[in-house]
Nanobody, 126 residues
């Protein structure tokens, strides 16, 4: 079955960096999209970045462009989210999610993804 496990969250100071990992079950192959989402306290979940695992095409939310990079390691079946220049407003629970790909690029809408991990918490201290 499609399973995802996030790791790498923690507390960092403003301006710091973190790399989140999303380990995918073997069932999630090159025909899938994997997205990173975040939910700040008392706010809606929002898409951060997505990647088409088979071809590497990426999509980013405007709020994180230039500070975030999504990548995948097919040998490890893992998708990463490198976050730099972190701000207090980046504080959130971060989730990765998967869905079958429908095109070259993958969407950032949470309702378009079927399979979800449990999340990893990121706190950026001011």
């Amino acid at each position: 079955s499609e399973q995802l496990v996030e790791s790498g969250g923690g507390t960092v100071p403003t301006g710091g960096s973190l790399r989140l990992s999303c380990e995918l079950s073997a069932y999630i192959d090159s025909s899938y999209c994997v997205g990173w989402f975040r939910q700040p306290p008392a706010k809606e979940r929002e898409g951060v970045a997505s990647i088409r695992t088979g071809v590497g095409s990426t999509t980013y939310a405007d709020s994180v462009k230039g500070r975030v990079a999504i990548s995948r390691d097919n040998a490890k079946n893992t998708v990463y989210l490198q976050m730099n220049s972190l701000k207090p407003e980046d504080t959130a629970m971060y989730y990765c999610a998967a869905r079958l790909a429908g095109g070259w690029y993958c969407p950032l809408g949470q309702y378009e993804y079927n399979y979800w991990g449990e999340g990893t918490h990121v706190i950026v201290s001011s």
